[in-house]
Structures are given as C-alpha cells and as structure tokens.
C-alpha cells in the first residue's frame, strides 16, 4: 500500500519513558471483521519527518502510522496516518502525544463499532480518558495534552480527524486548501468576526489553543471527508511548521517534490526561519487506486507498492458514500 521513509532527530528519544506499541493489542477484535474485498485499495508513498527546532531542547511532536494487510480490515478500517504536538511541558508533553498516538491506533483497529467514524471517535474518546487520567494520577504531569490531526485512507475514502491546531493540507492540481480548521483561541475569533486574519497572525495568543486529548475529561474532535484521487498529496504537520512556512509554499514544495524530499524542505525551511518551535511534517501521496478483484487470493498483487511517480485512474466507481470537498461530519464531546 506504500513506500515508507521515516526520519527522527529527536535528543534522547531511544530513551523516553513512553508506551510500547504492540500489534497484540490490535488484533484482539479483528476476527470479527466480514471477509469482504475492499473496492480498491489506495497506493500511497509518504515521509515523516520530525525536528527539535533551533530552541527546544525536546521533541514533543510525534507522528505515527498503521498499514494492515488483511482486507476485512482494509475495507473496514483503511489505512491510519497521524500526527500529534504535546502539551505540558518537558517530558510530559513527550510522553502525551506518543502515548497518545500509540493507544489511538491500537483502540481504532479494536474497536467493535462497525461504522469507521463511531470506531475512530470512540478511539479519541477512549484515548483522551487514558491520558487525562495519567495527567490526574501524576501531579507532575497535571494539564499535559496534546494536538491531533489524523487522516485515514479507506478504498477511495479519506477521513480526517482534528482536534487542536495542528494541521492537514490537500494539494489537488495545483490548488492548496487546509481541511482542517482550528481549534485555537485567535482562529476563533477570525471565525467570529471578531479579528482579522493579518491580527491573528500576529497575536501573542496565537499559540493558545481551545481543543487538546488529555488535557480535559471531555474532548471535542471535528471530523472531515474527503475524496481519495490519484495525485493527491496530503501534508500533516504541527504549528513548528505552518508559523514560519505560508500555505501558498506548503502547497509549493508539496506539490513538486517526492514525500522525502518535500518533508526535507520543511524542515530545513522552517528552522532556517527561526525554529522555535519543534517542526513535524507527515507527507502523503496518492500514487493510484487500485481496484481489488472479489478474490481474497489477489491481494498479493494489489498490495504491491507504487513505482516511481505514475498515475492510475481507477475504473471503479467512487463509493456513494464518499463526498468530495471540506466537510465537517460531527462533533461530539
């Protein structure tokens, strides 16, 4: 389903205190899944990048990915890509955002819910308990949180999940557009009316952001669907990179550069600009739609990953399910 390229620099990382991520924990329900053919399975080609910046002397950004193979579980759940930027301070926001990541995918895969968005808002709800509780158990890590933004690929489906202010950009024929809104204090008075764009740029309370998993009992996630087409490419990325990098360049470098070197140039970008915040990008793009055949024996091939930078359009038709352009599904809390 994708060539992976992955990239940490993260001081000390090997050394962090966080949750073990073990495939056990995500098989457990799996029988339960239909033995159905997914449509068409996505081929996608990504890179992740993360960067402490020029000023930070840790990394609480994390980004994390789940590919299944099975096609129950495609068809029922796709493919998981997020990023999460943590909150608290110190390690406690280190030790948030990759705990947090890491039981969101094991609780989305588990989940009993048929239905993919109950699966993925019961996961945030599930996941936003457990680390609140941690935050509560330990005073030292009282208010530690972190930001969400994940993006989920299913046939030719693709969900977005938001909470906080990180962000997740399409790059669709040379257009850029952010689907994602945030969930900070400046963006919704822009929203309100109540301050201009070139103000909330500006302001000292851009940082402060109104939606966080962990750092409240309760959490609000903002879902959005998308249609999946061949030449897409997503970029996810933390507040390190959209502070010091325009849309109008995200869009730019994404758009005409393979995943690893765009997710480079970020970075690079980013930190030459200033730095001071850490600096993540999550690089997605859409290579083909691969139509499965009704045969469970053909998935061998159809899982076999993309090859250079060639387009396919898919003969099957779209799902009727599926919706094109930004659309908020729900928000619950």
């Given at each position: 389903m994708?060539e992976?390229?992955t990239?940490?620099n993260?001081?000390?990382?090997?050394?962090?205190p966080?949750?073990?991520f073990?495939?056990s924990?995500?098989?457990r329900g799996?029988r339960?899944?239909?033995?159905?053919?997914?449509?068409?399975?996505p081929v996608?080609?990504f890179?992740a990048?993360t960067?402490?910046?020029q000023?930070?002397?840790n990394?609480?950004d994390?980004?994390e990915f789940?590919e299944?193979?099975?096609?129950?579980?495609l068809?029922a759940r796709?493919?998981l890509?997020?990023?999460?930027d943590?909150?608290?301070?110190?390690?406690?926001?280190?030790?948030?955002s990759?705990?947090?990541l890491?039981?969101l995918?094991?609780?989305y895969?588990d989940?009993?819910?048929?239905?993919?968005l109950?699966?993925?808002?019961?996961s945030i709800?599930?996941t936003n308990d457990?680390?609140?509780?941690?935050a509560?158990m330990?005073p030292?890590?009282n208010?530690?949180?972190t930001?969400?933004t994940?993006?989920?690929?299913?046939e030719?489906?693709v969900?977005?999940?938001?909470?906080?202010?990180s962000?997740?950009?399409l790059?669709r024929?040379?257009?850029?557009?952010q689907?994602t809104l945030?969930?900070?204090w400046v963006?919704e008075?822009?929203r309100?009316g109540l301050m201009?764009?070139?103000?909330?740029?500006?302001s000292?309370?851009?940082?402060v952001?109104?939606r966080?998993i962990?750092?409240?009992?309760?959490?609000?996630p903002?879902?959005f669907?998308?249609?999946a087409?061949p030449?897409?490419?997503?970029v996810?990325?933390?507040?390190?990179?959209?502070?010091?990098?325009s849309?109008a360049?995200?869009?730019e470098i994404?758009g005409?550069?393979?995943p690893?070197e765009?997710?480079?140039?970020f970075l690079?970008?980013?930190?030459?600009?200033?730095?001071?915040?850490?600096?993540?990008?999550?690089?997605?793009?859409?290579?083909e739609?691969?139509?499965c055949s009704?045969?469970?024996?053909?998935?061998?091939?159809?899982?076999?990953?993309?090859?250079?930078d060639?387009?396919?359009?898919?003969?099957t038709?779209?799902?009727?399910s599926a919706?094109?352009?930004?659309?908020?599904?729900?928000?619950?809390?």
């Amino acid at each position: 389903m994708s060539e992976t390229e992955t990239n940490t620099n993260a001081a000390g990382e090997s050394q962090e205190p966080t949750a073990k991520f073990e495939r056990s924990d995500l098989v457990r329900g799996w029988r339960e899944y239909e033995a159905v053919m997914p449509r068409c399975v996505p081929v996608l080609k990504f890179a992740a990048k993360t960067d402490m910046g020029q000023v930070r002397e840790n990394n609480e950004d994390k980004f994390e990915f789940y590919e299944p193979e099975a096609p129950g579980i495609l068809a029922a759940r796709g493919c998981l890509y997020a990023v999460g930027d943590g909150i608290g301070g110190a390690q406690a926001g280190q030790i948030a955002s990759e705990t947090m990541l890491k039981k969101l995918i094991a609780n989305y895969y588990d989940s009993p819910a048929q239905d993919l968005l109950n699966a993925l808002f019961d996961s945030i709800v599930a996941t936003n308990d457990y680390i609140n509780g941690i935050a509560q158990m330990i005073p030292e890590r009282n208010g530690m949180g972190t930001t969400l933004t994940c993006v989920v690929f299913v046939e030719d489906r693709v969900i977005v999940a938001q909470v906080g202010d990180s962000r997740a950009y399409l790059i669709r024929d040379g257009s850029t557009r952010q689907v994602t809104l945030d969930h900070s204090w400046v963006e919704e008075q822009v929203r309100a009316g109540l301050m201009t764009r070139e103000a909330a740029e500006m302001s000292p309370f851009r940082n402060v952001i109104t939606r966080s998993i962990g750092a409240m009992p309760h959490v609000e996630p903002e879902f959005f669907e998308e249609e999946a087409r061949p030449g897409d490419v997503w970029v996810l990325c933390s507040d390190g990179l959209t502070g010091y990098v325009s849309d109008a360049e995200i869009g730019e470098i994404a758009g005409n550069n393979a995943p690893s070197e765009a997710a480079r140039q970020f970075l690079e970008l980013a930190n030459a600009r200033g730095g001071r915040d850490n600096i993540t990008a999550f690089v997605i793009g859409v290579r083909e739609l691969r139509p499965c055949s009704q045969e469970p024996q053909g998935m061998t091939s159809s899982h076999a990953p993309a090859s250079g930078d060639q387009s396919f359009t898919a003969t099957t038709p779209p799902a009727e399910s599926a919706k094109t352009g930004l659309r908020k599904l729900f928000g619950r809390g």
